[in-house]
């Protein structure tokens, strides 16, 4: 799987605990860290999201204070569905259910021990397009597309 990551400042902490176990997992065969510290929480996570519908990569992570922010600005990308979730309900459902593509957390709510064990659910998650959930991603995207 390849993954794109970026946090601004305020999460570059927790990113670089994140980086660190994405870039030791046999699951992830790239990942790339667009994260600047000058960056803005909105200007990285446009360019997480586009690198995602640009389909250079296939899924993301975004980490700010507190993941919300992130999900806000990434899901203005057409086409990008991003969650924050920091239980493992939350992040199963996200993927499975949502088809999310972005998973986003923050470094003020999460440590990084509970991250990691997250993004090993996240890894292993995908997402049925026959289940029930695929009338409602339709019904989503036909209204993204009258946007």
């Known amino acids: 799987m390849r993954i794109v990551i970026g946090a601004p400042a305020n999460g570059a902490e927790l990113k670089q605990a994140v980086l660190e ?12 860290d667009l994260s600047r510290d000058e960056a803005t929480y909105p200007e990285v996570s446009f360019q997480v999201a586009e690198a995602i519908a640009e389909g250079r990569f296939d899924r993301g992570i975004l980490i700010c204070g507190t993941g919300i922010g992130t999900a806000i600005a ?25 088809d999310a593509q972005i ?11 509970a991250a990691s064990a997250l993004i090993d659910v996240w890894l292993d998650a995908r ?21």
Do not use: M, W
């Open 74 to 98: 990434a899901n203005k990308v057409a086409g990008i569905r991003a969650a924050t979730a920091h239980q493992i309900v939350g992040v199963r459902g996200a993927v499975e259910n949502y």
């Open 21 to 32: 176990k994405l870039q030791q997992d046999p699951r992830v065969s790239e990942v790339v």
């Open 127 to 147: 997402h049925d397009p026959a289940g029930s959930y695929a009338p409602k991603l339709v019904e989503i995207a036909e209204r993204e597309a009258r946007a």
């Open 103 to 113: 998973l986003c957390f923050g470094q003020n709510v999460i440590a990084p021990a």
